[in-house]
C-alpha cells in the first residue's frame, strides 16, 4: 500500500511538468506563428507611400555669359512653370521577424527610416513660359532638360524643408495602429527611427 501512495504524487508532479511544458511550447508557437503573419503583412505592403507633397516651382535657367552684350548675341534664356510631387514612405520590404514583438495582445513593431520613394515632374502641367535666345545663337537644345532636373530637385528641397518624413512617419503610425488593432492587439507600438532627405 504505502508504495503506491508515494508514487501517486510523483506522477501528478510528471503530469504537471508535461503540462506546462506543452503550454509553454503552445504559447512560443504561437507567437513565432503570429510573428511570421506580421511580418509577411507588413512585406506585402511593399513600398508604402504614406505622405504626398505637391507644388509649382518657376524655373530660371541660362546660358551663362560673360557680359550683356555677348548675352544679347549669343545668350539662351528659358523661364520654366514646373508642377511635381515628391513621395515619401517605407521600404517594407526590409522588415525582419526581428523587428516584430509580440507579449499576448501588445505588438511592437520597429520600421526602416522613412524615406523619400520618389520625385517626379507632371509633364502636362509642366510648361515653357517665356524662352529668349541670342541674335546670333540657335540655343542649347539640352537647356529645357537641364530646367526640369533644377526643377525636380527644387521640388525636393521644398518638400523636405516642409518635414515631409515628419508627414510619413506619423501617417505610418495610424496606419499600422489601426490595421493592427483590428486583429486584435490592444497595445501597439510603432518605432521609427528618424529619416534624411
Same mark, same amino acid.
Given at each position: 500500500?504505502?508504495?503506491?501512495?508515494?508514487?501517486?504524487?510523483?506522477? =501528478?508532479?510528471? *503530469?504537471?511538468?508535461v503540462?506546462?511544458?506543452?503550454? #509553454?511550447?503552445?504559447?512560443?508557437?504561437?507567437?513565432?506563428t503570429?510573428?511570421?503573419?506580421?511580418? /509577411? #503583412?507588413?512585406?506585402?505592403?511593399?513600398?508604402?507611400?504614406?505622405? #504626398?507633397?505637391? &507644388?509649382e516651382?518657376?524655373?530660371?535657367?541660362? @546660358?551663362? $555669359? $560673360?557680359? =550683356?552684350?555677348?548675352?544679347? /548675341?549669343?545668350?539662351?534664356? &528659358?523661364?520654366?512653370?514646373?508642377?511635381?510631387?515628391?513621395?515619401? +514612405?517605407?521600404?517594407?520590404?526590409?522588415?525582419?521577424?526581428?523587428? *516584430?514583438? =509580440?507579449?499576448?495582445?501588445?505588438?511592437?513593431? $520597429?520600421? !526602416?527610416? !522613412?524615406? =523619400?520613394?520618389?520625385?517626379? *515632374?507632371?509633364?502636362?502641367?509642366?510648361?515653357?513660359?517665356?524662352?529668349?535666345? +541670342?541674335? /546670333? @545663337?540657335?540655343?542649347?537644345?539640352?537647356?529645357e532638360?537641364?530646367?526640369? /532636373?533644377?526643377?525636380?530637385?527644387?521640388?525636393?528641397?521644398?518638400?523636405?524643408?516642409?518635414? &515631409?518624413?515628419?508627414?510619413?512617419?506619423?501617417?505610418?503610425?495610424?496606419q499600422?495602429?489601426?490595421?493592427?488593432? $483590428? %486583429? +486584435? %492587439?490592444?497595445? *501597439?507600438?510603432?518605432?521609427?527611427?528618424? +529619416?534624411?532627405?
Amino acid at each position: 500500500m504505502k508504495p503506491k501512495f508515494f508514487l501517486l504524487p510523483v506522477v =501528478i508532479g510528471l *503530469i504537471i511538468l508535461v503540462c506546462v511544458f506543452i503550454y #509553454q511550447q503552445r504559447k512560443r508557437f504561437v507567437n513565432n506563428t503570429n510573428q511570421s503573419a506580421v511580418v /509577411l #503583412q507588413i512585406q506585402q505592403l511593399n513600398k508604402l507611400e504614406t505622405a #504626398q507633397f505637391t &507644388i509649382e516651382k518657376i524655373i530660371d535657367s541660362k @546660358t551663362v $555669359s $560673360s557680359n =550683356i552684350f555677348q548675352e544679347f /548675341l549669343y545668350g539662351d534664356k &528659358i523661364l520654366l512653370i514646373a508642377h511635381g510631387e515628391v513621395v515619401a +514612405g517605407f521600404d517594407l520590404s526590409k522588415i525582419s521577424k526581428e523587428d *516584430i514583438k =509580440i507579449q499576448e495582445n501588445r505588438l511592437t513593431v $520597429s520600421l !526602416p527610416p !522613412p524615406e =523619400i520613394l520618389y520625385t517626379r *515632374i507632371d509633364n502636362d502641367k509642366t510648361k515653357v513660359y517665356d524662352r529668349t535666345q +541670342g541674335l /546670333l @545663337t540657335k540655343g542649347n537644345k539640352d537647356l529645357e532638360s537641364e530646367a526640369r /532636373l533644377r526643377a525636380e530637385e527644387s521640388i525636393r528641397k521644398a518638400a523636405c524643408d516642409a518635414k &515631409i518624413l515628419d508627414q510619413a512617419t506619423d501617417s505610418v503610425k495610424k496606419q499600422l495602429k489601426t490595421m493592427f488593432g $483590428s %486583429y +486584435g %492587439y490592444s497595445e *501597439i507600438t510603432i518605432n521609427v527611427p528618424a +529619416g534624411t532627405c
